[in-house]
């Protein structure tokens, strides 16, 4: 008999980071089964522990290999991803949160250069800084540029794996098992939509969860962007700003700050570089370490979620910058490439 962690399904949490929608193949007993090869890989043994027989468990899997989610091995069944019980989780996100004081560090001893290079922006004449840094540093910097420089050539990150499915067979993804609280995956997150108009993008950034519901406002923002893009009668993304009452980036800043970012994403990237062997020796410890393929850079990636969302709770907590009471920000950005972050090189 194999030994087997008794999981909670309340407290095992799904996450994604990248293009992908393996969420069309889950149901709630495909998460259990999902859970249970995790400890259980013989489907005779796990068909007897869910009281179902060989050929209704096998049905059940059967999408879930279609969708790159489960692989097999020497005759076991794998997720293919990485699953944490809730004692890794807990080791994880107290190194994560130790961490995160070096990158909170980091940027607060930039912090002044930050924001005077934020007052050559044309839009620094219409919002203060304090007022936009948790999206421009919060998000742009500490999130997606930085995920972007340690991913980047295999520098730190092993980039997202393809995970093809049948209604996504261009998908790469990395993707997490989680148990604990919704807080172990990392507070905060960026949602990215494409606009109809070329380069342009609907940018929201911040928390997505909050005592356990979904962040009403967040939600209801995005919703109204929605709402105005299916009248048909909005024309420009100039528009959507404007109705929504949110930051516009147009190209000139848009560039400008892009190289603004590139300095103190690299600073803080190297933080990761010097810590990477103790961070490495975490993933080592981990089950899913042994098994699953694409494991490292979904650890790297889930802790690095954990580690930017604590260092801008410390940055707050330091006065150095101002989460808005909403829990999010949202802005209408331009951007030369199609794809940034850990999915530039795709």
């Known amino acids: 008999m194999v030994e087997r962690n008794k999981y909670d399904g309340s407290r095992v949490h799904l996450s994604l980071a990248g293009s992908g929608d393996p969420w069309s193949s889950l149901t709630k007993l495909r998460k259990r089964i999902l859970r249970e090869l995790h400890d259980v890989p013989d489907i005779i043994e796990l068909a007897s522990l869910l009281e179902m027989n060989l050929e209704e468990l096998r049905s059940e899997i059967q999408p879930l290999m279609d969708a790159s989610l489960v692989f097999t091995s020497n005759g076991e069944y794998r997720p293919s991803f990485l699953v944490t019980d809730i004692s890794e989780t807990q080791k994880v996100y107290n190194h994560a949160s130790e961490f995160s004081k070096t990158l909170a560090d980091k940027i607060d001893a930039n912090y002044s250069n930050i924001r005077e290079s934020y007052e050559r922006l044309e839009l620094s004449k219409k919002y203060k800084f304090d007022d936009v840094a948790f999206l421009f540093v919060g998000g742009r910097i500490i999130d997606i540029k930085l995920l972007e420089k340690l991913s980047k050539g295999n520098r730190v990150m092993p980039p997202a794996p393809s995970r093809p499915s049948p209604q996504r067979p261009d998908a790469h993804y990395y993707f997490f098992m989680v148990e604990g609280e919704a807080a172990h995956l990392g507070a ?13 993008h609907f940018l929201t950034f911040g928390q997505n969860i909050i005592d356990g519901k979904a962040n009403l406002e967040r939600r209801q923002l995005e919703k109204r962007y929605s709402d105005l893009i299916n009248t048909g009668t909005i024309t420009n993304p100039e528009e959507i ?24 994403a690299e600073y803080l990237c190297q933080c990761y570089e010097e810590y990477e062997d103790s961070i490495k020796s975490l993933h080592t410890d981990l089950k899913s370490g042994h098994y699953a393929p694409h494991s490292l850079g979904e650890f790297f990636c889930w802790y690095a979620h954990i580690a930017y969302a604590s260092a801008i709770e410390i940055l707050e907590e330091k006065g150095v910058l101002q989460i808005p009471s909403s829990r999010f920000q949202a802005a209408v950005w331009y951007r030369d490439r199609d794809k940034e972050g850990m999915l530039s090189e795709l």
């Open 188 to 200: 905060y997150g960026q949602d990215d939509t494409d606009m109809p108009w070329n380069s342009w």
């Open 241 to 264: 700003g404007a109705a929504l009452d949110i930051p516009i980036i147009f190209p000139s800043d848009s560039r400008k700050w892009e190289k603004i970012e590139d300095p103190h």
